[in-house]
T-cell receptor
Framework: EDKVVQSPLSLVVHEGDTVTLNCSYE??????LLWYKQEKKAPTFLFML????IEKKSGRLSSILDKKELFSILNITATQTGDSAVYLC?????????FGKGTRLHILP | DTAVSQTPKYLVTQMGNDKSIKCEQN?????MYWYKQDSKKFLKIMFS???????INETVPNRFSPKSPDKAHLNLHINSLELGDSAVYFC????????????FGPGTRLTVT
């Protein structure tokens, strides 16, 4: 059965810390992996990854995909309280989109 | 200039009723989706349409029926509402099928009493 597993499920750190969020997957006909940030309302897009080993970067956030080991990580450096959110990983497989259960990140001031 | 809009934002109704949620996107996208997000924030796809054609139809009760009158609109009709239908329903759109980022609407919080 296709699945996307995120870890940890929740994480509490202090402002300024660096965090790494994990996403592993088992799907047939993998197409791409996407990361979203969800605060109080709708998820907002962060990254889309299709190729192994190529880091995508946006400010303090970065992500990389390993298609051999079937996982991706999302790194956030110098965290700020505004980074507090649920981070969702989603995988596109053929005719399917599967979301993980998310990692709830809380940044303490 | 809302990209993906949904109405209503909140919907409170009794068991057994029939209700509809509407979604519209002004991005010119070809593909639209309906997702259900439960109380634990687990997001699960329900349906996807591409150019008004149903392409993803996950295992959902047949009380849920999507309708796409044109590629800018995807409505969700729910018959005989049950307590377990209470959730937030998100509409989303993307440029095409497959590996494109999705733009989500603000969500409709459905509460069935």
């Amino acid at each position: 059965e296709d699945k996307v597993v995120q870890s940890p499920l929740s994480l509490v750190v202090h402002e300024g810390d660096t965090v790494t969020l994990n996403c592993s997957y088992e799907v047939t006909n993998f197409r791409s992996l996407l990361w979203y940030k969800q605060e109080k309302k709708a998820p907002t897009f962060l990254f889309m990854l299709t190729s192994s080993g190529i880091e995508k970067k946006s400010g303090r956030l970065s992500s990389i995909l390993d298609k051999k080991e079937l996982f991706s990580i999302l790194n956030i450096t110098a965290t700020q309280t505004g980074d507090s959110a649920v981070y969702l990983c989603a995988v596109y497989a053929e005719w399917k989109i599967i979301f993980g259960k998310g990692t709830r990140l809380h940044i303490l001031p | 200039d809302t990209a993906v809009s949904q109405t209503p934002k909140y919907l409170v109704t009794q068991m057994g009723n029939d209700k509809s949620i509407k979604c519209e996107q002004n991005l010119g996208h070809d593909t639209m989706y309906w997702y259900k997000q439960d109380s634990k924030k687990f997001l699960k796809i329900m349906f996807s349409y591409n150019n008004k054609e149903l392409i993803i139809n996950e295992t959902v009760p047949n009380r849920f029926s999507p309708k796409s009158p044109d590629k800018a609109h995807l409505n969700l009709h729910i018959n005989s509402l049950e307590l377990g239908d209470s959730a937030v329903y998100f509409c989303a759109s993307s440029q095409g099928i497959g590996s494109y980022e999705q733009y989500f609407g603000p969500g409709t919080r459905l509460t069935v009493t």
